[in-house]
Structures are given as structure tokens and as C-alpha cells.
């Protein structure tokens, strides 16, 4: 068993109990074990019709379309934090669809997406808006493994050059999940060959190329699905690359806390829908872990029980990444596989994600 | 006048000809337009179902790599050359002909310039194997595809090979691709141990994970900003980017991605896999000299202990 890397205790008081309930790997026998597994996995707040109703209460947050989008001051100020001045939108790098053009001459901020780039650097930057899209690459700040000297950023530097730029790209600091960053460094290896082919490991090199950090977002404790800032940082504690995943948040329409009572579905009944999802695609015997934890989902992702609601969220389109539209909130399952012994060739099963609902009425209405 | 009219019809007749070269090469040239264009090959091959001769379980693998095959193509260099999902998904596509029999992957998987192959894989030995949907019959039967170590070459087992008829890049979008105790074997399905040294061509680039990977609607969109990074910084940096994941599954695991080259040295190596993109590929190998990679130190995931570099 390895060691948990989350610390559960240290999240808001009120939430905690929904994050994470994990179950240990154990093996599975039969079915009704599976739905034992997804009993034990349920955070104790399923079914809980006040916290559901505090869940869907939560204030909405304009995500990066608003301060990326239509204000060019800001923009420069962001751009500023990350050493990207020269970056430049030229005549149609702006895309508007047109339609959404207001009386006051500007553009309705959902309408924008932007490729600026540096001529010099061929640094480029992307902001889809209404997606909550934001991309900056600067090959120039690439770790040359031939020329540049190791990376020495510490990780304290590396957090605080990702909080600075959060910061100047309008994000929310509080929306920003410390507890979960991650920060991971980046290394590089090169061995030679013999003629036979046989490594010389002794003549082997290794470089400390970048420093990558990554902080999810939350709101009031609880996770937002695939919402994230994650930078790469050079040997000079510059931003060679950031993606930001940082939608508009809004709870859905009709998701009223008043009139959520009979709606609330109860445990067994998540249960079940666990067992079954899980089940479609899981034989018997072949679970050995799963968790569940209560986050904001899009509800365009959220499936329904019993369908295949993936192929219904690659046909839509692709809506499907956490980018547009309303949140919910919903259960995130992740299941995994027996993990084999080294090396024994025995079957290695890719771990699997699941989005159930934990309101009556919030499935996709295109699943199934 | 005569000579006049002869004129006249001499230029007539010129000036006809030459309208008529112009249009058809005019014509030439939009019909090859396309292909030049986009003149280079994305395919995909994989599984989402494991329900035929080779049983395992089954995931919506596809909706998560459509998402890179989707992107690839809209950047005016590659176009869409193939979406090969569950049909046919014996080893045949994936083989070598110089390693089994019947193989056929120079004009399937090696036909393409940058390909993504999804399926379980398998830590074997000192391998990366992948999990088929077909056995290829009884005088094949076999469900797996095998890529090479040391001793289970020159058709003593090993199966995979790649570059050695056009491919470029290799993504592995499978559990154990990339195992960091495998990486030294890694380097050896850039090339046909028979074919690569007389025809010059060998793969420059594999992408893969560290242990187990992962499946969902979440993780889709990291496949599409894969393909649309790629070409504006390295291949290298936009697999590790985008592929790297933490605090997933009941023992917060993480997604560990890991990008591998090879080149005729040290620099060649380097110089490869920190500046190739798709819009910048350079010419093959001459020799594979040196294998070089990037990983996430102590990268976590299930299925594996963490990465530890083995030199």
C-alpha cells in the first residue's frame, strides 16, 4: 500500500466528509462484492439533502473569460507575469462569430477566441473564452539538453511563481487547491549504445530539465472537475508553458436549493448506479480499487446509469472536457486493476473514470 | 495576310496551348494541393472492445484518442489516414514481417507518419506487450503484440517494430508502454534489425507511461491539446505536459508520461526529441547510437513502483 498523499483533514470542515472515501485494494470474488466495494466507497454526505442544498447555493465565478477577454489592459498585465510582452494578436488572430456583437461595439466576451504570437520567439498564446481556455508556449524556454544547465528551481519558487501567475490571470486564489498542487520534476536521460546494443550505463547522463506544477481548482471545498492551472518552469524560473482549464462556474438552472428535497438520490440507489456502471465494463473479480468523491461536474458529462454515456460525449462533439456550460454536483468514480507483478506479462487494465449523478434529473439528456 | 493569317493562327494556336498547359496544370496543382498540404499520414489503431478470441475487459478507449486524431489534421500537415478501432485488431496491423508470419505492418501501422495505438498493455519481462482483440487464428493464436528485448529478437519473439517503413511517431497509449526497468529495451522497436540497416529508415520518437494509465471523459481533452501543442513547442514537451496526472485512483496515483528518441549520438539524440515537431520532423536516424528520455522523477502510478531512472 503506498502512502496517501492527500491529507483529507486539512479541507474545510463542512466538506470534508464529502471528498474522498477510499477503499483499499482488495480482491473481489463476485458481483455482490462490487456492490459492496461502491457502498464502501460512498463519502458519508450522498443522499444528504442539506448538503446537497449547499452544494447548488454556491455563488457562480466568471472563470478566466471575463478578465482575458475584451480587456486588454489586463491581458498586458498577465502577460507581463509571464515575461511574454512581445506576444501580439495581429489583424484576425481575434475570432468573433459574429453574431454576438453588442450595441456598445464590442464583442460579447463568449464569442472570443485569440491566437497571439511572438514573431521573434514563435511563442504563441491561445484563449478560447468561452471554453475557460488558455494556453501560452514558448519554445524558446524549452530545456535544451544539450546546452542548458540544470534546473535548480526549488519547489516553494515554483509554487510562488504559479500562485503569482494565477494571480495575474484574474483567477480567484481561493479557487486555487493548494492541498493538491502538484509540483514534479521533469528529468533527462541519455545513455549510449554499444554496437551490440548493449546500454552503457556507466557513460549515462541525467539533467534536471523543468519544474512542473499543476493546482486544480475548488469552490467552497469541492473539487471542480477538470478545471486546473499547470505551468512548466525553466532553469530560469520563467513560464516556458501554461495551461489553464479555468471555465466560467455556474451550478445549473433548476438546481434551486428549495426545490431539491425529492431529488436527492439516496445512497443505495448511487450504490447501484455505481455497481452498474462499473459492472458494464468491470468483469466480476477484476476491481481492485475504487473511490468516489463528491466534485463539480460539467452537466454534459455526467452519465447515466446502465448507458454508454462516453460515446455519447465523443458524438456531441467535445463538449465533454470541463470547458462550457453548467456544473453540478456529482460523484467522481475512479476504478482500478489489479496491479500485476513486475514484469509477470499478466494483463495491466488502464484505470477508468466514471460521472454519476447525485440529483435526480441531472443526467446528460442526450445519454442513452 | 496569308503569312499574316499564319501568323495569326500560329498565336492562336500557341496561345491555345499554352491555356491549355496552364489549365491542366493548374488542375495538377489543385488536385495535389490537398495531398501536399497535408502530406503527411495520422492513423489510429486500437481497442475498445476485448470481446472476440482474446477476452479482457472492455473501455471507450477511442472517444479519448478521436480527440488527438480529431486535432492532428487541422494544422495543414497531416491528414487523417486511418481510424482502425476493434475490426481487425489481431497482431497482423502491428507485426513485422521479418519477426512473424503473417504480419503486415508496413503498409498498416508503419504506413503512417505519426501514429496512436490504444489497448492494455503488460509489463513481460523486459517489455511492453499490448492486448489484442483477435488471436489471428489458430496457427497464430496469439493475443498479444510483443515489442522487442534483448533475446527476443531476429524472431525469437519479439513482433514490433516501427520506423523501419515510414513512421515517424509512435504513441503508446497503453498501460506499462514506457516502464522505466523496459527503457533499455525501448529503443530497440526503432528499428528492423534486417530491414532498417539497408533501407536507412527508423523510427525518431515513442511516447508512453510508467506504469497504469488512464481512462475517462476527464482525461480526453489532455489527447487533443497533445496534437494541437505539438506543433508549436516539442512532441517530447507536449506528451509530458499533457499527460502528466496526479491524485487519481483509490491510492492517489499519478499518470506517469514518458517521451523516448534515439539519434547516432548524444547531441543527435538531444537535438530530436527537444526539437521535433509534428510541423518540424527531421530525417531519419542514420544510426541509433544513444537512446535519450524525459520522465517525471519519482512519478507514482498504480501498477508500478516509482520511477526510478535505471542508469
Avoid at chain 1, 447515466?304 to 455519447?312: K, Q
Avoid at chain 2, 488542375?27 to 494541393?33: C, F, M, T
Avoid at chain 2, 498501460?175 to 536507412?200: A, E, H, V, Y
Amino acid at each position: 500500500m503506498k502512502i496517501t498523499k492527500r491529507n483529507i483533514t486539512g479541507l474545510v470542515v463542512m466538506f470534508a466528509a464529502l471528498q474522498l472515501t477510499i477503499v483499499p485494494a482488495q480482491s473481489q470474488q463476485s458481483c455482490p462484492e462490487l456492490h459492496e466495494l461502491a457502498g464502501g466507497s460512498l463519502p458519508s454526505l450522498v443522499g444528504d439533502v442539506d448538503t446537497m442544498a449547499a452544494l447548488v447555493a454556491v455563488a457562480g465565478d466568471p472563470g478566466i473569460a471575463a478578465s482575458m477577454s475584451g480587456d486588454k489592459k489586463a491581458l498586458k498585465l498577465a502577460l507581463n507575469a509571464i515575461g511574454a510582452r512581445s506576444l501580439k494578436a495581429s489583424k484576425g488572430d481575434c475570432r468573433f462569430d459574429g453574431r454576438r456583437k453588442r450595441s456598445d461595439g464590442r464583442h460579447d466576451e463568449e464569442a472570443v477566441h485569440c491566437d497571439y504570437k511572438a514573431r521573434k520567439t514563435g511563442a504563441t498564446l491561445s484563449i478560447k473564452a468561452a471554453e475557460g481556455r488558455l494556453t501560452f508556449l514558448d519554445p524558446t524556454r524549452s530545456f535544451q539538453a544539450q546546452t542548458d544547465p540544470d534546473n535548480e528551481v526549488t519547489d516553494s519558487a515554483a509554487a510562488e511563481t504559479i500562485k503569482a501567475v494565477a494571480i495575474a490571470f484574474g483567477l480567484d486564489e481561493k479557487q486555487l487547491d493548494y492541498q493538491l498542487a502538484d509540483i514534479a520534476r521533469v528529468k533527462v536521460a541519455s545513455v549510449p549504445l554499444s554496437e551490440s546494443g548493449i546500454p552503457d550505463t556507466d557513460a549515462a547522463t541525467v539533467q534536471v530539465a523543468e519544474v512542473y506544477t499543476a493546482v486544480p481548482r475548488q469552490v467552497q471545498g469541492v473539487g471542480v472537475h477538470g478545471s486546473r492551472i499547470q505551468a512548466s518552469i525553466d532553469h530560469r524560473g520563467q513560464v516556458a508553458r501554461m495551461h489553464l482549464r479555468w471555465p466560467e462556474f455556474r451550478v445549473c438552472e433548476g438546481n434551486e436549493a428549495s426545490r431539491l428535497g425529492p431529488r436527492v438520490l439516496d445512497p443505495s440507489k448511487v450504490k447501484i448506479a455505481i455497481a452498474e456502471e462499473v459492472g458494464e465494463q468491470w468483469a466480476c473479480g477484476t476491481v481492485a480499487g475504487l473511490r468516489s468523491s463528491i466534485m463539480y461536474v460539467p452537466a454534459s458529462e455526467v452519465d447515466s446509469p446502465g448507458t454508454d454515456s462516453d460515446e455519447t460525449a465523443n458524438d456531441s462533439g467535445g463538449d465533454d472536457d470541463g470547458s462550457a456550460g453548467c456544473y453540478v454536483p456529482a460523484l467522481v468514480v475512479q476504478v482500478t486493476g489489479p496491479e500485476p507483478l513486475e514484469d509477470s506479462g499478466e494483463v495491466s487494465y488502464a484505470g477508468a473514470e466514471y460521472l454519476l449523478p447525485l440529483l435526480a434529473g441531472n443526467e446528460d439528456p442526450d445519454d442513452g | 495576310m496569308r503569312n499574316n493569317k499564319h501568323n495569326n493562327n500560329t498565336l492562336r494556336a500557341t496561345a491555345w496551348m499554352v491555356c491549355a498547359l496552364l489549365t491542366v496544370a493548374t488542375a495538377g496543382i489543385l488536385a495535389v494541393s490537398p495531398a501536399a498540404a497535408n502530406h503527411l499520414e495520422a492513423k489510429m489503431y486500437g481497442i475498445d472492445n476485448w470481446d472476440q478470441d482474446c477476452l479482457q475487459n472492455s473501455l471507450n478507449w477511442s472517444a479519448q484518442v478521436d480527440r488527438w486524431y480529431n486535432e492532428i489534421d487541422d494544422h495543414g500537415w497531416y491528414h487523417q489516414d486511418g481510424r482502425f478501432v476493434d475490426t481487425g485488431m489481431d497482431r497482423s496491423p502491428f507485426c513485422d514481417p521479418d519477426a512473424a508470419s503473417p504480419c503486415n505492418d508496413g503498409w498498416r501501422m508503419d504506413e503512417g507518419d505519426a501514429v496512436m495505438i490504444f489497448m492494455h498493455g503488460s509489463d513481460s519481462g523486459n517489455h511492453w506487450r499490448g492486448a489484442l482483440r483477435f488471436d489471428g487464428g489458430d496457427a497464430v493464436n496469439d493475443c498479444w503484440i510483443d515489442a522487442p528485448e534483448s533475446g527476443t529478437e531476429f524472431g525469437a519473439g519479439a513482433e514490433l517494430y516501427a520506423g523501419d517503413m515510414d513512421m515517424e511517431y509512435l504513441h503508446l497509449s497503453s498501460c506499462n508502454s514506457m516502464d522505466d526497468d523496459n527503457l533499455s529495451n525501448s529503443w530497440r522497436m526503432f528499428r528492423d534489425p534486417i530491414d532498417s540497416p539497408q533501407n536507412g529508415r527508423r523510427l525518431h520518437q515513442a511516447d508512453g507511461f510508467h506504469g497504469f494509465m488512464w481512462i475517462g471523459s476527464g482525461f480526453r481533452a489532455d489527447y487533443e491539446d497533445f496534437a494541437d501543442d505539438a506543433f508549436s513547442v516539442s512532441i517530447k514537451d507536449s506528451w509530458m505536459d499533457n499527460m502528466r496526472r496526479n491524485n487519481v485512483g483509490a491510492n492517489n496515483d499519478d499518470q506517469c508520461p514518458v517521451a523516448l528518441a534515439v539519434g547516432s549520438d548524444r547531441a543527435d539524440c538531444f537535438n530530436r526529441i527537444d526539437n521535433e515537431r509534428y510541423n518540424n520532423t527531421m530525417s531519419d536516424p542514420s544510426a541509433i547510437g544513444y537512446y535519450c528520455y524525459y520522465y517525471y522523477d519519482g512519478c507514482d502510478p498504480a501498477g508500478e513502483t516509482p520511477f526510478t531512472d535505471p542508469n
